[in-house]
Each structure stands twice: as structure tokens, then as C-alpha cells.
């Protein structure tokens, strides 16, 4: 028996004053309406309605029972109204991963105006520039930089594209010389970035070539004997800066730097792969409103905000 169903059913026999009402009211038969209220009166072993062919009239025990009946049903609707507005509010609290140096760099301002706008959210950012499991740790959605994912059940939305400059310092340039081709690269102090999917740079050109001459296909050039490896992306702007090698930075890390002469780029027409800019989240049929904001927010900030950090 579905109790809460049969309690509708009770409280609008009562309602409407009889069966035949109710019953047009409901959309069933009289018999069937009928039917259900003997049902509820065998499982409550008790007569609630005392029934005529002219007439019918709530007992003492059918009275307490129609007052419990609006109680709990009033307090079930108010619960089902409240939890639907709150699965369609902005609110509660939004447990977000990102790499270090790119929210810093970049999300900090947004995420401060994203919070204006909905001042019942509460913000929890872990910066990691780690690949972490977003379920095992409770996170509601990840920001990460890659240039692919790998499959996944997560769900990913690829919010911008973010270009990857070879970079270093004038001062290294002008005891070390500037290369000319990829393979001059070989003979320099390279500085890469640990947690990179390959060990070197990826460029989408070929590296042989001693003119450079973009082609479709992505080369990997790795590094022989010693080279250095940070893993994280604003150190190894700084070891560059200091002029400790040559190095691939993320433009929005390496513009700034470049602009103010801190930095000059290397080989411009050889293209580094790039990496693009994910929201990944669990799969839910149901998409909190939080983390439906959060990205709709961010796809719409983020390619402005690069230029800008740039």
C-alpha cells in the first residue's frame, strides 16, 4: 500500500464531503476509491468513515486520523517545495581543484567576482598541481590544463585553449646564443615541467628540419643527458627568468614576462602543442546548480581573461 498516496486519497474524500466527489475529483471510479478506503481501514484495522446509501460521517478515531493526515501531508509538501528551490539555488558550498600557478594567476580575480554574484555560495579551492581522483576526494568539479585527457567517467567541458611558449632570458641568450632550429635546442640547459603527459616539448612541428616549417603532426623533443624539472608552472618561470636554461611556459605566465623583457621567445614559428582548459566534474544526471554556474561562468570569462593575463 502506498501510505502517503491513500492519505491524499483519505483527505479529499473528507474534503469533498463523499466518495462520488472525490472519486470525479481524483480522476478513478467510485468502486475503486471505495475500494481504497476499506484497504486503509483493514491495514489500520479501524472504521474511519461511517458510510450510508445518503450519507457518510468521519468516526472519532477517522477525525484523529484526518488531522494527523493534513499535518503530515502539509509538512511533506513544505519539505518537497524547500528542497526543490534549494536544488535550484546557487548556494551551499563549492569544492573546486586547480593547478597552482594557473589560479593564481587567473582564476583568482574571476573567482572573486564569480562570488559577488552569488553571495550564498561558500568557495573551497584546493590548488594542486597534481592530478588528483575528484570523487575520492569530494571535490565537485576540477580545473586542469592538458593538452587531451585520458578517458574518463567524468564528465569534461573544454572551456579555452591556452598556447605554450619556448622561453628565456636575454641574459641566458647572450652567454648561451640564441637557437636557431629545434635540434640547436639539444646543446642548451633545458628546463621542463615535471607533471608535462611527455618528458621534453611537444611541438607540432618537425624537429629535424632546419628550417622551421610547421606540420600537422605533433614531435616530441626529448632531451638528452641532464636537463632540470620543477612541477610547478611559477617556478619555472622564475628559473628562467633567473636565466637558468630554456624552458616551455603556458602564455598566460609567459606573455607578462616576455612584455616586460623579463623573458624573450624562442623559435616563434615552431608551435608547442597546446593545452586546453577543462572543467571536469562526476556524471549527474541532475547537474547542481554550484557547478552548472561555476563553468557556464567560466566558459564565458576564461577567453578574456587569458587575453588580459597575457
Not at 57 to 62: F, I, Q, Y
Not at 171 to 185: N, S
Amino acid at each position: 500500500m502506498d501510505t502517503f498516496n491513500v492519505m491524499r486519497t483519505f483527505r479529499r474524500i473528507v474534503e469533498l464531503g463523499g466518495l462520488a466527489k472525490a472519486a470525479e475529483d481524483l480522476g478513478i471510479s467510485a468502486a475503486g476509491l471505495s475500494k481504497q478506503l476499506r484497504t486503509l481501514e483493514a491495514h489500520l484495522d479501524t472504521v474511519l468513515i461511517q458510510r450510508t446509501t445518503r450519507s457518510m460521517s468521519l468516526t472519532e478515531t477517522g477525525r484523529s486520523y484526518y488531522a494527523e493526515c493534513c499535518r503530515i501531508l502539509d509538512e511533506l509538501d513544505a519539505l518537497e517545495r524547500s528542497v526543490k528551490q534549494q536544488s535550484q539555488r546557487v548556494a551551499g558550498t563549492l569544492r573546486v581543484n586547480a593547478p597552482l600557478s594557473f589560479a593564481l594567476s587567473v582564476l583568482s580575480p574571476l573567482i572573486t567576482d564569480f562570488l559577488r554574484q552569488y553571495p550564498d555560495l561558500k568557495l573551497e579551492l584546493v590548488m594542486e598541481d597534481r592530478i588528483v581522483d575528484a570523487v575520492a576526494h569530494g571535490f565537485d568539479m576540477s580545473v586542469r590544463l592538458r593538452s587531451s585527457l585520458d578517458d574518463s567517467t567524468l564528465i569534461a567541458r573544454r572551456l579555452a585553449t591556452l598556447e605554450q611558449k619556448l622561453c628565456a632570458a636575454p641574459v641566458y641568450l647572450k652567454q648561451h646564443g640564441e637557437p636557431q632550429t629545434l635540434q640547436d635546442l639539444r646543446a642548451h640547459q633545458m628546463i621542463s615541467y615535471s607533471l608535462a603527459h611527455t618528458q621534453g616539448i611537444v611541438f607540432d612541428s618537425d624537429f629535424e628540419n632546419s628550417t622551421p616549417s610547421p606540420l600537422q603532426s605533433h614531435t616530441a623533443l626529448l632531451f638528452a643527458g641532464e636537463h632540470s624539472q620543477v612541477n610547478n608552472s611559477l617556478m619555472l618561470r622564475d628559473f628562467l627568468i633567473a636565466g637558468l636554461g630554456i624552458g616551455a611556459l603556458p602564455s598566460f605566465l609567459a606573455d607578462p614576462a616576455i612584455a616586460n623583457g623579463q623573458l624573450q621567445r624562442i623559435l616563434p614559428d615552431f608551435v608547442n602543442e597546446p593545452r586546453h582548459i577543462y572543467a571536469v566534474y562526476p556524471t549527474n544526471r541532475h547537474l547542481q546548480p554550484k557547478v552548472k554556474a561555476f563553468v557556464d561562468y567560466l566558459a564565458e570569462r576564461l577567453p578574456a581573461a587569458m587575453s588580459t593575463a597575457s
